[in-house]
């Protein structure tokens, strides 16, 4: 299967990887919200609160996802211009 051309771009990905594990992720932020609010707290602030702390773990979650691939990426990367250097060096 192919991919659409805008999928392709990075920032997409990222939003939805973003978008995925802050859906995953609401319904347990919704419960820690009803067991560390007081009785007293409508039902409303405590699923606003959920909703609101799973958008923010998301993010600092897919931000460590996307720094760890980018790293191991540019290893790669970096890898991969030695060997070309080494190989142009053993050619001359």
Do not use: H
């Not at 602030?45 to 958008?55: Q, S």
């Amino acid at each position: 299967m192919k991919l659409p051309a805008f999928l392709k771009n990075k920032e997409v990905q990222g939003w939805l990887i973003w978008c995925c594990v802050t859906s995953l992720l609401i319904g347990p932020c919704i419960l820690v919200a009803y067991r560390i609010t007081y009785d007293t707290a409508s039902t409303l602030t405590r699923i606003v609160c959920g909703i609101f702390a799973a958008a923010i773990l998301s993010g600092i979650l897919t931000w460590l996802g996307s720094e760890i691939w980018f790293r191991m990426r540019l290893k790669k990367y970096e890898a991969n211009r030695k060997n070309a250097r080494k190989a142009k060096r053993k050619k001359k």
